[in-house]
Protein backbone atom coordinates (compact mmCIF):
# COMPACT_ATOMS: atom_id res chain seq x y z
CA UNK A 1 0.00 0.00 0.00
CA UNK A 2 1.45 3.20 -1.13
CA UNK A 3 1.51 6.30 1.18
CA UNK A 4 -1.74 8.08 1.18
CA UNK A 5 -0.22 11.24 1.20
CA UNK A 6 1.53 10.39 -2.24
CA UNK A 7 -2.00 8.79 -3.08
CA UNK A 8 -3.58 11.95 -2.35
CA UNK A 9 -0.76 13.91 -4.04
CA UNK A 10 -1.05 15.90 -0.93
CA UNK A 11 1.93 17.26 1.59
CA UNK A 12 2.18 16.51 4.57
CA UNK A 13 1.38 19.52 6.04
CA UNK A 14 -1.77 19.48 4.01
CA UNK A 15 -5.11 20.93 5.80
CA UNK A 16 -7.73 18.91 6.27
CA UNK A 17 -9.61 21.09 3.88
CA UNK A 18 -7.09 20.18 0.87
CA UNK A 19 -7.15 16.70 1.70
CA UNK A 20 -11.03 16.27 1.29
CA UNK A 21 -10.91 18.45 -1.90
CA UNK A 22 -8.03 15.97 -3.67
CA UNK A 23 -10.29 13.02 -2.18
CA UNK A 24 -13.38 14.43 -3.87
CA UNK A 25 -11.40 15.48 -7.15
CA UNK A 26 -9.26 12.29 -7.18
CA UNK A 27 -12.54 9.61 -6.75
CA UNK A 28 -14.53 11.79 -9.53
CA UNK A 29 -11.84 11.08 -11.68
CA UNK A 30 -11.82 7.58 -11.29
CA UNK A 31 -14.89 6.32 -10.38
CA UNK A 32 -15.75 2.79 -11.96
CA UNK A 33 -19.06 4.13 -13.77
CA UNK A 34 -17.73 6.66 -14.85
CA UNK A 35 -13.69 6.75 -15.68
CA UNK A 36 -12.27 5.75 -18.92
CA UNK A 37 -8.68 5.80 -17.10
CA UNK A 38 -6.96 2.75 -17.10
CA UNK A 39 -7.13 0.90 -14.25
CA UNK A 40 -9.54 3.20 -12.89
CA UNK A 41 -11.24 0.85 -10.16
CA UNK A 42 -7.38 -0.01 -8.48
CA UNK A 43 -7.08 3.45 -8.16
CA UNK A 44 -10.49 4.48 -7.01
CA UNK A 45 -10.07 1.98 -4.06
CA UNK A 46 -6.44 3.26 -3.63
CA UNK A 47 -7.75 6.66 -3.19
CA UNK A 48 -10.50 5.98 -0.95
CA UNK A 49 -8.41 4.06 1.64
CA UNK A 50 -6.38 7.02 1.33
CA UNK A 51 -8.62 8.89 2.28
CA UNK A 52 -9.94 6.69 4.80
CA UNK A 53 -7.10 7.50 6.89
CA UNK A 54 -6.28 10.83 6.11
CA UNK A 55 -9.56 11.89 6.20
CA UNK A 56 -9.85 10.97 10.22
CA UNK A 57 -7.96 13.17 12.29
CA UNK A 58 -7.27 10.74 14.98
CA UNK A 59 -5.39 7.87 12.17
CA UNK A 60 -4.16 10.59 10.40
CA UNK A 61 -1.83 11.44 13.80
CA UNK A 62 -1.60 7.91 14.20
CA UNK A 63 -0.29 7.31 10.89
CA UNK A 64 1.88 10.87 11.11
CA UNK A 65 3.35 9.53 14.42
CA UNK A 66 4.22 6.39 13.03
CA UNK A 67 2.12 4.06 14.80
CA UNK A 68 -0.73 2.46 12.49
CA UNK A 69 0.98 1.61 8.64
CA UNK A 70 -0.76 3.01 5.40
CA UNK A 71 -3.43 0.20 5.62
CA UNK A 72 -4.19 1.49 8.71
CA UNK A 73 -2.90 -1.79 10.52
CA UNK A 74 -1.20 -1.14 14.03
CA UNK A 75 2.77 -0.88 13.55
CA UNK A 76 4.52 -3.55 15.72
CA UNK A 77 5.51 -1.63 19.19
CA UNK A 78 9.45 0.03 19.91
CA UNK A 79 10.16 -1.04 23.29
CA UNK A 80 13.51 0.86 23.21
CA UNK A 81 13.04 2.39 26.43
CA UNK A 82 13.63 -0.21 28.02
CA UNK A 83 17.07 -1.15 26.54
CA UNK A 84 16.72 -4.01 24.63
CA UNK A 85 19.33 -4.97 22.15
CA UNK A 86 22.79 -4.36 22.40
CA UNK A 87 24.09 -0.98 24.83
CA UNK A 88 26.20 1.34 23.08
CA UNK A 89 29.21 0.07 24.88
CA UNK A 90 28.88 -3.48 23.97
CA UNK A 91 26.71 -4.91 26.80
CA UNK A 92 23.65 -6.63 26.29
CA UNK A 93 20.23 -4.41 27.32
CA UNK A 94 17.85 -6.41 29.17
CA UNK A 95 20.04 -5.51 32.35
CA UNK A 96 17.85 -3.51 34.07
CA UNK A 97 20.33 -2.24 37.02
CA UNK A 98 20.42 1.21 35.45
CA UNK A 99 16.33 2.12 35.91
CA UNK A 100 14.90 2.82 39.04
CA UNK A 101 11.51 0.57 39.40
CA UNK A 102 10.73 1.53 43.19
CA UNK A 103 11.31 -0.30 46.24
CA UNK A 104 10.64 -4.08 46.20
CA UNK A 105 10.66 -4.05 42.37
CA UNK A 106 14.32 -4.20 41.73
CA UNK A 107 17.19 -6.55 43.03
CA UNK A 108 20.35 -4.81 43.40
CA UNK A 109 22.23 -8.60 43.78
CA UNK A 110 20.89 -10.15 41.41
CA UNK A 111 20.46 -7.63 38.99
CA UNK A 112 17.02 -8.63 38.06
CA UNK A 113 13.77 -7.21 38.20
CA UNK A 114 10.78 -8.49 39.82
CA UNK A 115 8.35 -10.73 37.97
CA UNK A 116 5.22 -8.76 39.77
CA UNK A 117 6.92 -5.17 38.27
CA UNK A 118 6.88 -7.37 34.70
CA UNK A 119 3.41 -8.39 34.69
CA UNK A 120 2.73 -4.49 35.99
CA UNK A 121 4.54 -3.16 33.33
CA UNK A 122 3.76 -5.44 29.91
CA UNK A 123 0.52 -7.54 31.27
CA UNK A 124 -1.28 -4.08 32.26
CA UNK A 125 -0.07 -2.83 28.57
CA UNK A 126 -1.48 -5.43 26.71
CA UNK A 127 -4.76 -5.23 28.83
CA UNK A 128 -4.89 -1.38 27.70
CA UNK A 129 -4.41 -1.93 24.06
CA UNK A 130 -7.12 -4.58 24.53
CA UNK A 131 -9.89 -2.46 26.42
CA UNK A 132 -8.48 0.69 23.39
CA UNK A 133 -9.77 -1.96 20.33
CA UNK A 134 -12.80 -0.35 18.76
CA UNK A 135 -15.43 -1.17 16.24
CA UNK A 136 -14.84 -0.03 12.88
CA UNK A 137 -16.71 3.04 12.12
CA UNK A 138 -20.45 2.45 9.78
CA UNK A 139 -20.91 3.63 6.66
CA UNK A 140 -23.36 5.80 4.94
CA UNK A 141 -24.55 5.77 1.23
CA UNK A 142 -27.20 6.80 -0.82
CA UNK A 143 -28.87 4.27 -4.04
CA UNK A 144 -31.74 5.79 -6.41
CA UNK A 145 -33.43 2.50 -7.27
CA UNK A 146 -35.78 2.25 -10.13
CA UNK A 147 -39.55 1.72 -9.13
CA UNK A 148 -39.48 -1.00 -11.26
CA UNK A 149 -37.08 -2.63 -8.61
CA UNK A 150 -39.48 -1.20 -6.49
CA UNK A 151 -42.20 -2.78 -7.34
CA UNK A 152 -40.92 -6.61 -7.96
CA UNK A 153 -37.79 -6.67 -5.72
CA UNK A 154 -34.44 -7.07 -7.10
CA UNK A 155 -30.49 -6.82 -6.83
CA UNK A 156 -28.76 -3.39 -7.48
CA UNK A 157 -25.12 -2.83 -7.37
CA UNK A 158 -23.85 0.00 -4.54
CA UNK A 159 -20.45 1.78 -4.84
CA UNK A 160 -18.65 2.32 -1.65
CA UNK A 161 -16.76 5.51 -1.29
CA UNK A 162 -13.66 2.94 -1.04
CA UNK A 163 -14.52 1.76 -4.31
CA UNK A 164 -15.34 -1.58 -3.06
CA UNK A 165 -18.57 -2.97 -5.30
CA UNK A 166 -21.55 -4.84 -3.33
CA UNK A 167 -24.69 -6.59 -4.44
CA UNK A 168 -27.35 -5.34 -2.47
CA UNK A 169 -30.99 -7.17 -2.36
CA UNK A 170 -33.49 -4.95 -2.32
CA UNK A 171 -36.98 -5.99 -1.53
CA UNK A 172 -40.18 -5.42 -2.97
CA UNK A 173 -42.46 -2.06 -1.79
CA UNK A 174 -39.88 -1.22 0.55
CA UNK A 175 -40.38 2.67 1.17
CA UNK A 176 -38.51 5.76 0.23
CA UNK A 177 -36.30 6.72 2.54
CA UNK A 178 -35.83 3.25 4.09
CA UNK A 179 -32.24 1.82 4.87
CA UNK A 180 -30.80 -1.73 4.67
CA UNK A 181 -28.26 -2.61 6.63
CA UNK A 182 -24.79 -4.83 5.53
CA UNK A 183 -23.29 -6.14 8.46
CA UNK A 184 -19.37 -6.12 8.69
CA UNK A 185 -18.98 -4.30 4.99
CA UNK A 186 -18.03 -0.89 6.57
CA UNK A 187 -14.69 0.48 7.63
CA UNK A 188 -11.95 -1.50 9.54
CA UNK A 189 -12.07 -1.29 13.51
CA UNK A 190 -8.92 -0.95 15.56
CA UNK A 191 -8.44 -4.41 16.89
CA UNK A 192 -12.15 -4.73 16.69
CA UNK A 193 -15.08 -5.67 14.06
CA UNK A 194 -15.59 -4.04 10.83
CA UNK A 195 -18.38 -1.61 11.05
CA UNK A 196 -21.12 -1.81 8.93
CA UNK A 197 -22.71 -0.09 5.47
CA UNK A 198 -25.91 1.17 5.60
CA UNK A 199 -27.82 2.16 2.63
CA UNK A 200 -30.44 4.41 2.31
CA UNK A 201 -33.49 4.03 -0.45
CA UNK A 202 -34.33 6.78 -3.02
CA UNK A 203 -36.77 6.26 -5.55
CA UNK A 204 -35.51 7.01 -9.49
CA UNK A 205 -37.78 9.69 -11.17
CA UNK A 206 -40.31 7.76 -13.49
CA UNK A 207 -41.08 8.74 -17.25
CA UNK A 208 -45.14 8.06 -16.15
CA UNK A 209 -45.56 7.97 -12.85
CA UNK A 210 -45.55 10.42 -10.03
CA UNK A 211 -45.14 9.01 -6.04
CA UNK A 212 -47.47 10.47 -3.71
CA UNK A 213 -46.98 7.86 -0.65
CA UNK A 214 -48.02 4.48 -1.80
CA UNK A 215 -49.96 5.88 -4.54
CA UNK A 216 -49.00 6.66 -8.42
CA UNK A 217 -50.04 9.25 -10.32
CA UNK A 218 -50.80 9.35 -13.86
CA UNK A 219 -51.54 11.37 -16.83
CA UNK A 220 -54.08 9.51 -19.20
CA UNK A 221 -54.06 10.50 -22.83
CA UNK A 222 -57.72 9.99 -24.26
CA UNK A 223 -59.26 11.20 -27.64
CA UNK A 224 -62.16 13.99 -27.54
CA UNK A 225 -64.39 10.79 -29.41
CA UNK A 226 -63.37 8.31 -26.25
CA UNK A 227 -64.46 11.50 -23.62
CA UNK A 228 -67.90 12.12 -25.48
CA UNK A 229 -68.66 8.44 -26.14
CA UNK A 230 -67.00 6.73 -23.34
CA UNK A 231 -64.95 3.83 -24.26
CA UNK A 232 -62.65 0.78 -23.19
CA UNK A 233 -58.54 1.95 -23.14
CA UNK A 234 -55.97 0.60 -21.80
CA UNK A 235 -53.49 2.18 -19.08
CA UNK A 236 -49.76 1.42 -18.23
CA UNK A 237 -49.07 -0.10 -14.28
CA UNK A 238 -46.18 -0.69 -12.31
CA UNK A 239 -47.32 -4.60 -13.42
CA UNK A 240 -48.26 -4.14 -17.03
CA UNK A 241 -51.21 -2.91 -19.35
CA UNK A 242 -54.75 -2.85 -17.43
CA UNK A 243 -58.33 -1.92 -19.29
CA UNK A 244 -60.21 0.55 -17.57
CA UNK A 245 -63.62 2.43 -18.74
CA UNK A 246 -63.97 5.55 -19.19
CA UNK A 247 -68.06 6.72 -18.93
CA UNK A 248 -69.75 8.47 -21.74
CA UNK A 249 -68.88 12.67 -21.26
CA UNK A 250 -65.95 12.36 -19.17
CA UNK A 251 -64.87 15.82 -18.72
CA UNK A 252 -60.72 16.69 -18.69
CA UNK A 253 -59.13 16.48 -15.27
CA UNK A 254 -61.35 13.36 -14.11
CA UNK A 255 -59.71 10.90 -11.87
CA UNK A 256 -59.94 7.35 -12.08
CA UNK A 257 -58.27 5.29 -9.09
CA UNK A 258 -57.23 1.88 -9.95
CA UNK A 259 -57.17 -0.26 -6.24
CA UNK A 260 -53.76 -1.84 -5.57
CA UNK A 261 -52.09 -0.46 -9.00
CA UNK A 262 -49.72 1.51 -7.29
CA UNK A 263 -46.85 0.69 -4.98
CA UNK A 264 -46.82 -2.59 -3.78
CA UNK A 265 -47.57 -3.39 0.17
CA UNK A 266 -44.26 -2.93 2.66
CA UNK A 267 -44.00 -4.22 5.90
CA UNK A 268 -45.47 -1.51 7.69
CA UNK A 269 -48.49 -0.40 4.56
CA UNK A 270 -50.76 -1.68 1.93
CA UNK A 271 -50.62 -1.50 -1.39
CA UNK A 272 -50.99 2.09 -2.53
CA UNK A 273 -53.53 2.76 -5.86
CA UNK A 274 -53.29 4.28 -9.75
CA UNK A 275 -54.64 7.07 -9.80
CA UNK A 276 -55.38 8.13 -13.81
CA UNK A 277 -56.29 12.07 -14.38
CA UNK A 278 -57.92 11.39 -18.03
CA UNK A 279 -56.16 14.52 -20.54
CA UNK A 280 -57.85 14.94 -23.65
CA UNK A 281 -55.80 14.88 -26.47
CA UNK A 282 -56.97 16.65 -29.83
CA UNK A 283 -55.61 15.56 -33.38
CA UNK A 284 -52.25 17.25 -34.11
CA UNK A 285 -53.40 18.33 -37.49
CA UNK A 286 -56.87 20.69 -37.39
CA UNK A 287 -60.23 18.33 -39.45
CA UNK A 288 -62.42 20.92 -41.07
CA UNK A 289 -65.10 18.80 -40.25
CA UNK A 290 -64.50 18.96 -36.67
CA UNK A 291 -63.99 22.57 -36.99
CA UNK A 292 -67.49 22.84 -38.59
CA UNK A 293 -68.54 20.77 -35.57
CA UNK A 294 -67.18 22.56 -33.35
CA UNK A 295 -68.58 26.17 -34.64
CA UNK A 296 -72.32 24.52 -34.94
CA UNK A 297 -71.94 23.31 -31.05
CA UNK A 298 -70.82 27.06 -30.17
CA UNK A 299 -73.85 28.59 -32.04
CA UNK A 300 -76.43 26.15 -30.91
CA UNK A 301 -75.17 24.63 -27.92
CA UNK A 302 -73.32 27.12 -26.17
CA UNK A 303 -72.04 26.38 -22.02
CA UNK A 304 -70.24 28.18 -19.63
CA UNK A 305 -67.77 25.71 -17.51
CA UNK A 306 -66.35 28.70 -15.84
CA UNK A 307 -69.54 29.86 -14.56
CA UNK A 308 -69.08 28.37 -11.07
CA UNK A 309 -65.68 30.57 -10.62
CA UNK A 310 -67.35 33.77 -11.03
Known amino acids: MRDPYDVLGLAKSASAA ?9 AKKYHPDQSKEPRAKERFAEVGSAYEILG ?4 RKAFDRGEIDAEGKPRAPQFEGFGFGRQPGGGARGDFRNFDF ?3 GFSAESG ?24 GEDMNVSVTVPLATIAHGGSIRVALPTGKMLDVAV ?4 EEGKSIRLRGQGHAGHRGAPGDVIVTIRYAPHPLFKVEGRDLRLDLPVTLYEAIL ?7 TLSGEVEVSIAPGASGGR ?22 TL ?13 TLMRRLRDQKPYDPRSSMV
Open 171 to 174: PAGI
Open 279 to 291: RIVLPNEVDPELT
Open 18 to 26: EIKSAFRKL
Open 102 to 104: GSG
Open 230 to 236: GARVRAP
Open 255 to 276: VLRLRGKGLPASADHPAGDLLA
Open 112 to 135: SIDPDILSELFGAGRTRARSQSTR
Open 56 to 59: DEKK
